[in-house]
């Protein structure tokens, strides 16, 4: 067998030599932008305090406008990070101390410590196999007495099933909130992702189709979470006048607040969004038809009413058909010379906080102490099977900011990819003579 042919993990010439880096996603016009804040001195416009200036400076009220008018909502409010975003979307909806907030393992750590942060209590559902998405069956199994709201995560670039996830939150009386780090510029029935929620939003991470280093847009188009979202946000307690109590719950502020340099290169970058996403689902298609009829391997699934922006690119295995393992496939494509493999994707109910159920000191608060007395919600494998089974073995992504290049560059992973799998034997007999 020619070197061509055989597989590079073996000894063969890798099927990709050289792959371009990523694109720069920071061009002259963001240097431009961030220059003239600097040249004009005021890099924050934010005073803790009530005011014209507790809703920050110009360019990031500037940016602000800006997404309201891009998603179509009547409020967005820029924070310094996805993450302080969740904290003050699950704050602004009034969680108690020991009240239940359902959402996905298969996220990001702080869509599930942004309830903790309100001493509220995670609750896991299991996921959509196709989507990887939030299962709203799974969902509605653990709706509890204590349940005050959902959390769907659009997780790798599509939307959960909202309409399905609003109809069990409206028939229970819930809050339902988007996590959409990885989703702006998708659509669900033709709203964008992020809206359909009580409260969403987007990262602005430097990883992200848009960013500015960090940060964060929530938007919301309910008048009252818009301004308790903007309290949070600023050192609420230092502002509020009202002896109210309902109108103080929840209102210990923070310092979430988004710089002038970072807005004014967000809202660079926000217009390029269509463009990004356009660019990533043309090198998806491409790689559908280039994948299609590999045994053992699924493509993409996107659910109907539907658009994907491929944050990541999530295929299934079928390790049985295969007869090999994952960690032996990514070995495998690793060596040919393939980029931004994801071998898995973490479960949060199987992280030791959660196991534990450890969070604040070492008695067990929030899941006791409350006045909810014991939870009784609980977490390990098997919780989770759909989750468990696609982070152990069977799911296999690729990093789409990998393949903003164009169809040369995808036509280079798909025949590093057909290699392998023409290869399938030598992998098996390998795996054999080592047993």
Sequence with gaps: MSSAHTLALFGGTPAIKEFPPDP????????????????????????????????????VRAFEAQCAAHFGVKHALAVNSWTSGLVCAVGAIGIEPGDEVITTPWTMAATATAILHWAGVPVFADIDRNTFNIDPASVERLITKRTKAVIAVDIFGQSADMKALRAICDRHGLKLLGDCAQAPGAFHHGQAAGTLADIGGYSLNYHKHIHCGEGG????????????????????????????????????????????????IAAVQLPLLAERVAQRQQAAAALNAGLAGLPGLTTP???????????????????????????????????????GLVGSYQNLHLLPLFRHRIAYGTGGFPWTGTAHGDSGVTYGPGLCPVAEDLHSRSFLGLAMGQFAHGPAEVAQLVAAFRKVWGQLDALRGAVAQAA
């Design 24 to 59: 720069a996603l920071l061009g002259e016009a963001d240097v431009a932008a961030a220059a003239e804040v600097i040249r004009g001195g005021v890099l924050s416009g934010y005073i803790g305090a009530p005011g014209e200036a507790f809703m920050g400076g110009a360019r």
């Design 301 to 339: 699934a996107v659910l109907p009413g539907n658009t994907h922006v491929y944050y990541i690119y999530g295929l299934q295995l079928d390790t049985a058909r295969l007869g090999v393992s994952r960690q032996q496939l990514l070995a495998a494509l690793r060596a040919e010379g393939v980029p």
């Design 217 to 264: 847009v929530l938007v919301t188009n309910d008048d009252r979470y818009a301004h308790r979202l903007a309290l949070i946000r600023n050192h609420a307690e230092a502002v509020v006048q009202s002896d109210d109590p309902v109108e103080l719950a929840n209102l210990l502020g923070h310092n979430f607040r988004l710089g002038e340099i970072e807005a004014a």
